[in-house]
């Protein structure tokens, strides 16, 4: 079965400091992944999708993520926080008989300190 | 403007009441899709639909009935409103041309069933 897990629900840093928001996946087959953002009392936006191409994804707001196959791992970076990256970020894996049936973690809240 | 409109924004109603949340796209996409998010659960879908009269149900559909008579309107009716229907309320879309599900959101509606 499919499954998707977001191994930390909070994570804090520094203005300026690296971003690592953590997702593993469970998939019998190639899976897509996706990584969303929500600010407060907003939609989700789409950062990044993985699908099956270059495996280092590069995303809006100077995100990336790295699809590792042997970890089974989709992490989510950024080399240096802004204020306004403070938000809460869904990783998702999509089901292989079904590209429109998406499962998504549990989500991640970060927050940027000045 | 262009893009996903969602109505209303917040509804307070009562147990046993029928409410309809409205889903509004400008894009002409095909497919459409209501997902509910809940603390600790991310968000989980409820309904989609592939094209106008075309609907099929996700993964908790039981409570929720949707119709889809124009392409562009998506609405969403609890026949008879419970208490752990009591959730934040996301319409999405997708043009059919880009696979691996949803790409774009709409704001959300806050509902409390007291």
């Known amino acids: 079965a499919q499954s998707v897990t977001q191994l930390d629900s909070h994570v804090s840093v520094s203005e300026g400091t690296p971003v690592l928001l953590r997702c593993n996946y469970s998939?019998?087959?190639?899976?897509?992944l996706f990584w969303y953002v929500q600010h407060p009392n907003k939609g989700l936006q789409l950062l990044l999708k993985?699908?099956?191409?270059?495996?280092l994804v590069k995303g809006i707001n100077g995100f990336e993520a790295e699809f590792k196959k042997s970890e089974t791992s989709f992490h989510l970076t950024k080399p240096s926080a802004h204020m306004s990256d403070a938000a809460e970020y869904f990783c998702?894996?999509?089901?292989?008989?079904?590209?429109?049936?998406?499962?998504f973690g549990t989500g991640t809240r970060l927050q940027v300190f000045p | 403007d262009a893009g996903i409109t969602q109505s209303p924004r917040y509804k307070i109603t009562e147990t046993g009441r029928q409410v309809t949340l409205m889903c509004h796209q400008t894009?002409?996409?095909?497919?459409m899709f209501w997902y509910r998010q809940d603390l600790g659960h991310g968000l989980r879908l409820i309904y989609y639909?592939?094209?106008?009269?075309?609907?099929d149900k996700g993964e908790v559909p039981d409570g929720y009935v949707v119709s889809r008579s124009k392409t562009e309107n998506f609405p969403l009716t609890l026949e008879s409103a419970t208490r752990s229907q009591t959730s934040v309320y996301f319409c999405?879309?997708?043009?059919?041309?880009?696979?691996?599900?949803?790409?774009?959101f709409g704001p959300g509606t806050r509902l409390t069933v007291l």
């Open positions: 999405a879309s997708r043009d059919p041309g880009l696979a691996g599900g949803p790409r774009l």
């Open positions: 998939s019998s087959y190639s899976p897509s």
């Open positions: 993985y699908t099956s191409a270059a495996t």
């Open positions: 998702v894996v999509t089901l292989p008989y079904n590209t429109d049936k998406l499962i």
């Open positions: 894009w002409s996409h095909s497919y």
């Open positions: 639909s592939a094209a106008a009269d075309i609907t």
